[in-house]
């Protein structure tokens, strides 16, 4: 505890010294999102967070996050020295989704337009017509179906076929799928929810299809979040990564937050559901990004000419979602 205060009053100092601020992803570690709110920062879903990077007059961004959300910050502010805490945080949407392979796809079916989830690579992004994050992609799909438009998706295929039964849009889906939350088990949840009557089930469409189809409250973190505020019920049962249960507990103190089960007869795994990537970040490595004087284990940067390509689909998606 001694050595976490002490990082704290380190890191602060430090924020001040860079004109630097914390951007943190609700899954990070709830003394990382405490921190960040405390110091002008921002805790937020993938979307807020790079609209909040992209607006705020720091010199210097800290994303505590994965890398996706690093090179996101970097690609929509490359004038901004962008930092995380480890540049070895991926995701297994990004890992699943390589850029050649992928482009072999939407070259085979010319006539489509690309979307990609936020998730993915910047090379990945740079080969897309559009990207989504989990907030944002039915509003952009719908719009994409009322124009006719054949969409190809990559890479999360549970948020993908969630969004095509959702609009009926005709979408080639590419396979790739979240580590977390493809571990929610439907039949323990109907377990679970048949043991606490009272309890809505908040579900992140990253999950698979018949744990969605169980849920009373489907959206991206911050719209489970504004849900377990807005529902009258005191409980919830929430199939999505652990970390976003700091902020719905401090929003509603009141209210109890259960986590979904991610296997086994119904018994609820403690601490299944957390993202091993997004744990990395910690007080410590946010410390090293912001003093070590080499910068290569922290420092976000993105090829000139994929960073070009890649900012027409992401500023699509902020101006969409104005
Ligand atoms: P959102 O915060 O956009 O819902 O994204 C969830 C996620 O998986 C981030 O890794
Ligand atoms: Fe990727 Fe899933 Fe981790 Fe989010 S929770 S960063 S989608 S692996």
């Known amino acids: ?15 001040k010294q ?9 899954y990070t570690d709830p003394e990382i999102q ?31 996050g994965v890398r996706f959300m690093g090179e996101t910050a970097k690609i929509l502010s490359p004038e901004k020295t962008v930092l995380m805490p480890t540049l070895e945080a991926t995701c297994s ?10 482009s072999e796809f939407c070259d085979a079916h010319p006539d489509h337009t690309v979307v990609v989830y936020a998730n993915t690579s910047a090379a990945v992004k740079a080969r897309a017509d559009w990207v989504v994050t989990s907030s944002i992609a039915l509003e952009i799909v719908e719009h994409l179906d ?69 849920a009373d409250a489907v959206g991206s973190t911050s719209q489970l979040i504004q849900a377990s505020q807005d529902m ?26 259960i986590e979904a089960p991610t296997g086994g007869n119904g018994a609820t795994c403690k601490s299944c559901a957390h993202c091993p990537w997004m744990a990395m970040n910690g007080l410590k490595a946010i410390e090293s990004a912001l003093s070590d004087s ?9 090829d000139n000419e994929l960073a ?10 902020l101006n969409f979602a104005k």
């Open 1 to 15: 505890q001694q050595q976490k205060s002490a990082y704290i009053e380190q890191i602060k100092a430090l924020l």
């Open 18 to 26: 860079h004109n630097a601020v914390l951007v943190a992803h609700y």
């Open 34 to 64: 405490a921190l960040a709110e405390e110091t002008g920062g921002c805790v937020a879903d993938s979307l807020e967070m790079a609209r909040f990077g992209a607006e705020h007059p720091a010199d210097t961004l800290v994303i505590c």
């Open 93 to 102: 949407l990004d890992l699943g989704c390589p850029e050649k392979a992928f």
């Open 146 to 214: 009322s124009e006719d438009k054949k969409i190809i998706w990559g890479p999360d295929r549970h948020l993908g076929s969630y969004i095509a039964e959702q609009t009926g849009a005709e979408m080639l889906m590419w396979q790739g799928a979240c580590i977390v939350h493809d571990e929610f088990k439907a039949n323990a949840m109907r377990e679970l929810k048949a043991q606490n009557p009272g309890a809505a089930v908040l579900v992140h469409p990253e999950s698979p299809a018949n744990v969605v189809a169980l």
């Open 232 to 257: 009258q019920n005191d409980t919830f049962i929430v199939a999505t990564d652990k970390g976003i249960f700091y902020k719905m507990q401090q929003l509603a103190p009141n209210k109890t937050f």
């Open 294 to 302: 080499d910068k290569s284990t922290h420092e976000v940067f993105v």
């Open 308 to 317: 070009k390509k890649a900012m027409i689909p992401l500023e699509r998606m």
